[in-house]
């Protein structure tokens, strides 16, 4: 079934100007969700590793009906449409994960071509079951399909000639395979302006949350920038701030 919210958050991605990416902040619980949302954001995008952190898990480690609690109630405390990171699926077949999914409230997914053991995917048969995805959502979840070729990028890692060549390849087959956006995870800016030229299609990029940087991304090829765990690692910070503060002054 498609909703106004999910048509909302399609058209989002779409028909933006270079220096004008689509921000979407990452809520780890309720509060942070209302709080983005009174802050004037369009859309926001759950991060599995802030949900995990949330709850006591190790980031990847989160049980699917954890996961799936914490999207519900994120997602119907707000307005505005929701993405929810559900990392690989969970072993769940397309339609029941569809179903999970939509009935959380939820009208977007990121989905992951890691395995659990920390390999890639074949990227053909990542590219068959997004597209079973596809067919079991319809146009009722807008689907952003990472590729975690370039993820060494955090580690210092720099991208090679082969390992673009690979994120291109698996952009273009996951695209047609249906997906909305693709997020080449870890790409580093240098490296942006390649995969838009070679890539059809709305391109999500991960950054650091400073405002000062969002426009870059945006010019040098970024349709939708989000931001992991991050807003939640600040938060976590800053309570911790806080609390050393009334340590030291009480």
């Not at 991060?47 to 914490?70: K, N, Q, R, V, Y």
């Not at 689907?143 to 890692?157: C, Y």
Request: hydrophobic share 45%; with cysteine.
């Amino acid at each position: 079934m498609v909703t106004p919210s999910a048509t909302l958050f399609r058209a989002l991605h779409h028909d933006r100007s270079p220096g004008d990416p689509l921000v979407l902040p990452g809520p780890w619980d309720v509060a942070s969700a209302r709080a983005f949302e009174e802050a004037g954001f369009p859309a926001l995008a759950t991060p599995s590793a802030g949900i995990a952190a949330s709850l006591g898990h190790e980031d990847g480690s989160t049980p699917a009906e954890e996961m799936f609690t914490a999207v519900r109630r994120i997602a119907r405390s707000v307005s505005v449409p929701v993405s929810a990171d559900i990392e690989d699926g969970y072993g769940l077949a397309p339609k029941e994960l569809v179903e999970r999914l939509l009935e959380t409230g939820a009208v977007g997914c990121n989905l992951e071509d890691s395995t659990r053991a920390g390999g890639l995917k074949d990227p053909r048969a990542q590219a068959d079951w997004l597209a079973e995805v596809r067919a079991a959502a319809g146009d009722g979840l807008v689907l952003n399909a990472r590729i975690d070729t370039l993820i060494g990028a955090f580690h210092g890692v720099a991208p090679t000639p082969e390992t673009e060549a690979d994120t291109i390849e698996r952009a273009r087959l996951y695209i047609a395979a249906g997906a909305d956006c693709v997020y080449p995870i870890g790409a580093p800016l240098t490296t942006l302006p390649r995969l838009r030229a070679a890539i059809e299609g709305p391109i999500n990029v991960g950054t650091p949350v400073d405002p000062t940087i969002l426009r870059e991304w945006g010019e040098a090829g970024a349709t939708r920038i989000t931001f992991g765990p991050g807003m939640q690692l600040r938060a976590a910070a800053a309570a911790k701030e806080m609390a050393s503060t009334l340590l030291r002054d009480a």
